[in-house]
C-alpha cells in the first residue's frame, strides 16, 4: 500500500482552506522549525501561487534559502515580505527557464555564492500556452518545464553531491501534475511538434510525463551518490499558471463541477506536498517515487476527471527515462555519462 499519512485528512474535501495540511503544517509535524539551519535550498519560479508560499514553508526551517524569478523586482518584494529575520535574508537570482543561456548565468551565480546544495525543488512552468519556442528554438512547454528544470539540475549537480551524505541525501523535487496522464508516451520523433498539428494540452502533458521521467532517471542514476528524487502532483490550486485556459469552455465547465470545487487547495496546501518531499524524514533514502496529497501516490483509476489524485501506469518506463536523458543532454548541449 502507498504510504499516506495524511490520507485521513483528504477524506472530507471541502475547497481551500479545509482540513487537509498546509506546507507549514508540514515542517511543524516533522518538527523541523529551525532544525535544517545548515541546508540550503533552491526553488525556482516564487512570485507567485504555490511557489511563495513553498519558500515561505522552507524559511521556517532555517535552511538557507535562494529564489529564482523571470522578474527580480517581484522576486525580491517577495523576498522582503517573507524574510522575517533580517540576519536572515531570502535571495534572489534572475532567471528565465526558457533562455539556456539565462540558466547558465543563473548557475554560475549559485556556484559563486555556494559550494553545497541540499535541496533543489523544480516548481517554475507553463501551462497550455500558444505555440512557441524558447530562446534556443525548443517547443515553450517542453523546454521550459523541462530542459530548462533539466539543465539547472546539470550545472547545480556537483553542489548536490557535494552536499549528499548517506545521514542527510540531497534532493532533487520535480513538480509534475495529473495532466502526464493525458500522455500515454513521449513522442521523441515529434517534440517539437514538426510532424503533428500543435495542441497546447497535449505539449502540457507531455512537459509533465517528462518531469516525472527526469526525475525516475535522476534518482536511478544517482541514489548510490545519495543524491535521490521526487516527482509530484501538487493539487489543483488557481493561480496564474492557468492563465491560458480560463477562459476555455473545457475549463469552465471542469471548474464548475462541485467536486472540482471541493478538491481545490489553497496555496498554502497546494504547497504541502512539495515541502514533504524535500523534508519528510519518512522518505530518507528513498527516491524514483511519484506523490500527491502528501503522501506516495496510487494509479490512477482510468475512469473519472484528469484532476482526481494518482498517476498513471506509463509513468515507470526505464527505457524512455533513459532516453529522454540522453535526448534531453543533446538538446541541452551537456556531455554527461
Not at 533543489?120 to 530542459?147: R, S, W, Y
Not at 556537483?158 to 542527510?168: E, I, R, S, V, Y
Not at 541525501?169 to 513521449?186: F, G
Not at 518531469?211 to 496564474?240: C, M, Q, V, W
Request: proline letters at 5%; one cysteine or more.
Amino acid at each position: 500500500m502507498p504510504f499516506q499519512p495524511y490520507a485521513d485528512r483528504h477524506k472530507n474535501l471541502k475547497g481551500p482552506g479545509d482540513q487537509r495540511p498546509t506546507a507549514e503544517e508540514v515542517v511543524r509535524d516533522q518538527n523541523l522549525v529551525d532544525g535544517l539551519k545548515a541546508s540550503t535550498v533552491l526553488i525556482t519560479g516564487c512570485t507567485s501561487g504555490i511557489g511563495i508560499e513553498t519558500a515561505r514553508a522552507l524559511y521556517l526551517t532555517g535552511a538557507k534559502i535562494y529564489i529564482t524569478a523571470r522578474d527580480t523586482k517581484k522576486g525580491e518584494q517577495v523576498a522582503s515580505e517573507l524574510s522575517t529575520d533580517p540576519s536572515r535574508p531570502i535571495h534572489v537570482i534572475e532567471m528565465r527557464l526558457d533562455s539556456f543561456g539565462s540558466i547558465r548565468a543563473a548557475a554560475k551565480k549559485f556556484l559563486a555564492a555556494e559550494s553545497k546544495l541540499n535541496i533543489l525543488i523544480d516548481n517554475a512552468g507553463v501551462m497550455a500556452c500558444p505555440k512557441g519556442t524558447t530562446v534556443d528554438g525548443c517547443e515553450t512547454q517542453f523546454g521550459t518545464n523541462h530542459l530548462g528544470h533539466f539543465l539547472l539540475f546539470q550545472l547545480l549537480k556537483p553542489a548536490l553531491l557535494a552536499a549528499a551524505t548517506p545521514a542527510f541525501p540531497s534532493r532533487v523535487i520535480s513538480l509534475s501534475s495529473t495532466s502526464h496522464r493525458n500522455c500515454p508516451k513521449l513522442q521523441f520523433d515529434d517534440l517539437d511538434f514538426s510532424k503533428s498539428e500543435y495542441n497546447p494540452g497535449v505539449a502540457y502533458a507531455r512537459s509533465k510525463l517528462a518531469n516525472i521521467f527526469f526525475a525516475n532517471e535522476l534518482d536511478r542514476r544517482y541514489r548510490d551518490s545519495s543524491l535521490r528524487a521526487f516527482s509530484l502532483h501538487p493539487g489543483s490550486i488557481k493561480t496564474p499558471l492557468q492563465r491560458h485556459v480560463q477562459d476555455a469552455e473545457f475549463y469552465k465547465s471542469a471548474t464548475a463541477d462541485p467536486e472540482y470545487q471541493a478538491q481545490v487547495k489553497s496555496p498554502e496546501q497546494g504547497a504541502a506536498t512539495t515541502v514533504w518531499a524535500a523534508v519528510a524524514k519518512e522518505l530518507a533514502n528513498q527516491g524514483g517515487i511519484y506523490l500527491d496529497d502528501v503522501g506516495e501516490a496510487d494509479v490512477a483509476t482510468p475512469e473519472g476527471p484528469a484532476w482526481r489524485s494518482g498517476h498513471g501506469q506509463q509513468i515507470f518506463n526505464s527505457e524512455d527515462e533513459k532516453k529522454l536523458w540522453e535526448v534531453s543532454n543533446k538538446l541541452c548541449g551537456i556531455e554527461d555519462c
